[in-house]
């Protein structure tokens, strides 16, 4: 699988093949996505010539926006500070008096021109209502007609335009000067010349353009890093590579045949591929949920939720066995969750069950081929001393005691892999010292439970049984009963051990609980998984598992007869 890509099997968890070194910060750039076409430039580059592109777009239009607010600003403050001469001037008294007086010139030029020399207008002009100019900047000016707009003005209303007089363009401010007895007298008008307003601008415009540098460098520098960091974290990978390594990665992700599942560090699951879907029953995709909302076992919410190493561990849901290799990355020295991978055990450990039955039957032959080989032998010592009688009495009766409990069992049970089942299972115990009865009352005949599942019940609670019989005191017992009553197959096994404890009850079909010794079983899955099994199966079939509390352990089964089970 390694060979396919880097881009999500670097976060497999290593230690699921007996390293605990993997870590996502191990990918590299697998070789078939490194190479490059002509002109195919990195994700990192081109998003730097984007940035570039729109920083440069932004700062000129934000250039041109401060141009043109500056000059409209400085356009204003013309406009402004000219009104306010003209209705000071008009306000004046001098003025007043000047404009009715005998020689308007005399009077009003030199004093007309100081406040425009104070002010810095470029230009104030005073004239009578027939436009005569009484004063102006250009004495030659004088007594010639005014050239602009003056009939708001006549009309008593102080008003602001752009026009092109004797001094060029200008903004100009015109208002009336009136007597006391409200009639217009005269007019004043003050102006500032567009190029008078272009030098005001001009001392404007190195402050635009420094803040436009300023902010084009800071943006330049801000596009640098970022596209180097995205450089760094995308492996200079162009757009067409990255979206290659996303295709092999749902094209794995969708075909490998092992669970991936990926919980980030507040326990959320992030990916999950088919395969753990349908390992873990999720219907809906999980994407984004909590591990806690996914319905799973709560050993293996534990597990996912406690985002530890863990190597081939064996945890059991309703319908399956799953292998669960954990492992959590830490990319850089930080939390990033856990990486899960799921494998399917449910058949394999089935045939395991199988194949400890098969080999505890052939146990039991062997025990039985010895204690016939011993047998034999007493008989003929017992011939070759001329004890014929005594020996024949001594080979019915061995015969005899031997065939009860076949015949019993052949009887009494109809499915032939249960009775080999307790067949095997009653030798085992009578060479480790358990009798093993199967109760009288016992009849089961074709059942449609599918073999494999009756050896996983009905082995595993016998092992048990004679497990917590060599625990207890003699005589050391088991008692296996079975008959269909009606529609339903009920199945009890009682044993003469200790018993299970009130308190233990709700752990008791937990993978894990045990009473023995925590050491490895033969299968190397560990102890306290055999009831976990029964309780998977049993649910399989819709049926029903008790355990009564106290000295003397009794379970009891209950399946529903011809009801297939639900797929695994």
Request: no cysteine; hydrophobic share 45%; net charge negative.
């Amino acid at each position: 699988m390694t060979a396919v890509t880097h881009s999500f099997i670097a976060y497999t968890p290593v230690a699921a093949r007996g390293s605990a070194r993997g870590t996502l910060a191990d990918v590299r750039v697998p070789a078939f996505l490194s190479h490059r076409r002509r002109g195919d430039a990195s994700l990192a580059r081109r998003l730097l010539l984007l940035q570039a592109l729109v920083v440069v777009v932004v700062v000129l239009t934000m250039t041109a926006v401060a141009y043109l607010e500056a000059r409209q600003a400085v356009r204003q403050a013309a406009a402004e500070e000219t009104t306010a001469i003209v209705a000071s001037l008009a306000d004046s008294p001098l003025v007043r008096s000047a404009v009715t007086g005998p020689d308007p010139t005399a009077v009003l030029q030199p004093y007309v021109e100081e406040v425009r020399a104070d002010t810095g207008t470029s230009f104030i002009t005073v004239l009578a209502p027939d436009r005569t100019r009484f004063t102006h900047p250009d004495p030659t000016q004088i007594g010639k007609p005014f050239i602009g707009t003056i009939g708001p003005a006549l009309e008593g209303e102080t008003f602001t335009e752009t026009y092109t007089g004797t001094l060029g363009p200008s903004v100009r401010a015109t208002g009336p000067v009136v007597d006391d007895d409200g009639d217009v007298v005269a007019v004043v008008s003050a102006g500032v010349t567009v190029e008078a307003i272009g030098e005001d601008l001009a001392a404007a415009v190195p402050g635009i353009l420094g803040t436009a540098a300023a902010t084009l460098a800071v943006g330049a520098l801000g596009s640098a890093a970022l596209s180097r960091r995205l450089r760094r974290q995308t492996h200079g990978l162009s757009p067409a590579q990255l979206a290659r390594m996303v295709d092999y990665h749902h094209a794995v992700l969708h075909a490998v045949r092992e669970g991936l599942l990926l919980v980030d560090d507040e326990q959320r699951v992030q990916l999950v591929n088919d395969e753990a879907r349908r390992l873990l029953g999720l219907t809906d995709d999980p994407t984004g949920r909590h591990v806690g909302e996914l319905g799973l076992p709560p050993q293996l919410t534990a597990a996912l939720g406690q985002q530890r190493t863990a190597v081939d561990e064996v945890h059991v849901t309703g319908t399956r066995v799953l292998v669960v290799n954990q492992a959590p990355p830490r990319p850089e020295g930080r939390s990033a969750g856990a990486v899960v991978t799921l494998r399917d055990h449910t058949e394999l450990q089935a045939l395991t069950g199988e194949l400890d039955s098969v080999r505890s039957f052939a146990e039991s032959l062997r025990a039985q081929a010895h204690e016939a080989a011993n047998r034999l032998h007493t008989t003929v010592s017992l011939v070759e001393l001329g004890r014929t009688q005594e020996a024949i009495d001594f080979a019915t009766a061995q015969l005899a005691s031997a065939q009860q409990l076949t015949d019993r069992v052949v009887d009494a049970v109809g499915d032939p892999v249960l009775a080999a089942l307790l067949l095997g299972k009653a030798a085992t115990a009578h060479e480790r010292g358990v009798l093993l009865e199967v109760d009288p009352g016992t009849a089961v005949g074709e059942t449609g439970i599918p073999g494999g599942d009756l050896v996983t019940i009905v082995g595993n609670l016998l092992d048990n049984a004679i497990d917590a019989a060599l625990a207890g005191d003699p005589p050391r017992e088991v008692q296996f009963a079975a008959e269909v009553d009606g529609e339903r197959l009920e199945i009890r096994v009682e044993d003469t051990g200790p018993g299970v404890r009130e308190e233990d009850l709700p752990r008791v079909f937990e993978r894990g609980w045990s009473t023995k010794e925590t050491t490895a079983a033969p299968t190397g899955l560990g102890r306290g998984l055999g009831l976990a099994l029964v309780a998977q199966a049993v649910a399989r079939h819709g049926g029903t598992l008790t355990v009564r509390p106290g000295p003397g352990a009794l379970f009891t089964v209950t399946l529903p007869v011809g009801v297939p089970a639900v797929p695994r």
